[in-house]
């Protein structure tokens, strides 16, 4: 169960079986997902429309890598977490993912309660903040 009511997700995945997965879970586990996103054009739309403060995005899409997006979305939105996950388990990308203003780093295939796990972590950190 979700402990910070505030927290609002959206999710940027090129796979709609993984982002519709993620969605499912963070659903079940009472968190609020307001956006969904499947490439970096969709992606900046939620950006602009600001509803969100944590991000999970994937790595490898189209047109725009996930760490490019991660790094402007560290840019332009202050505050916002950001979940990164790969199928690419390469430590440069994990340390590229974590410079890129990455909070967590998820090797794919993950555990849904590993993201859970990773949500709770920024859930605290978030109440710390208040």
């Known amino acids: 169960m979700a402990l910070n009511p505030n927290l609002k997700i959206a999710i ?11 969605v499912e879970c963070l659903e079940t586990n ?17 950006i ?10 994937d790595v490898v899409m189209p047109e725009v890598s996930g760490l490019e997006l991660a790094k402007q979305i560290h840019k ?12 690419l388990n390469l430590e440069s990308v994990v340390i590229e993912a974590i410079s890129s203003g990455a909070f967590d ?5 993950f555990e849904m309660s590993d993201l859970i796990d990773s949500l709770k972590k920024i859930e605290q950190e978030m109440l710390n903040e208040l």
């Open 105 to 109: 780093f998820l090797s794919k295939p």
């Open 12 to 22: 940027i995945e090129d796979s709609d079986l993984i982002r519709r997965s993620i």
């Open 48 to 57: 602009q429309q600001n509803q969100a403060n944590v991000y999970i995005i």
């Open 76 to 87: 332009n939105v202050p505050g916002a977490r950001l979940i990164i996950m790969s199928s």
């Open 30 to 46: 009472e968190y609020s997902v307001v956006g969904e996103a499947k490439n970096a054009k969709e992606a900046i739309s939620l």
